[in-house]
C-alpha cells in the first residue's frame, strides 16, 4: 500500500513540473547583441489617396520588403533586418501605393536597447 502511495504522489507531481518546465522555456529573453531588428509600424496611405502596397526599407547591408495583405488592408508593415550593425545608421523606406506613386522617409536604425528587438517606426508621407 506504501508503494502504491508514493507511486500516485510522483504521478500527481510530475506534470507540475513538466508545466513549470514549459512555463520556463518560453519566457526566454532576447539577445540584445543580435543582429536582427523587426521593423515595425503604422504606414499612411499616399497624398493623393492611394493605398499603400509595398512597404520597402534599404540600408547599407541589406534591403527587406513587406508586401503582406496587412500593408493594404490594416495599414501595418513589419520587416526583419538580420545584418543590423552596433552603430545607428540611416535607412530609407519607401511606400509604394496601389497606383505606383511613392513616398519616401528616412529614419534610424539601431539596435534597441536591452533585451528588445523591435523597432516602432510609423510611416507618413512627407508634408507639403
Known amino acids: 500500500m506504501r508503494n502504491r502511495v ?5 504521478v500527481a507531481v510530475l506534470p507540475l513540473t513538466g508545466a513549470a518546465t514549459v512555463t520556463a522555456a518560453s519566457q526566454a529573453v532576447a539577445d540584445s547583441g543580435s543582429p536582427n531588428v523587426t521593423v515595425k ?7 493623393n489617396g492611394g493605398s499603400p502596397m509595398v512597404v520597402s526599407i534599404k540600408s547599407a547591408q541589406e534591403t527587406r520588403k513587406d508586401k503582406s ?4 488592408d490594416a495599414g501595418e508593415y513589419k ?6 550593425p552596433t552603430r545607428a545608421q540611416s535607412v530609407t523606406a ?12 528616412t529614419f ?9 528587438t523591435t523597432l516602432a517606426v510609423d510611416l507618413a508621407p512627407p508634408s507639403r
Open 108 to 116: 534610424t536604425l539601431e539596435r534597441p536597447e536591452g533585451a528588445n
Open 94 to 105: 519607401t511606400v509604394t501605393c496601389d497606383d505606383g506613386k511613392s513616398y519616401a522617409q
Open 41 to 47: 509600424g503604422d504606414v499612411d496611405d499616399c497624398p
Open 79 to 84: 520587416v526583419t533586418f538580420k545584418k543590423v
Open 6 to 10: 508514493a507511486i500516485l504522489a510522483f
Open 69 to 72: 495583405p496587412n500593408v493594404t
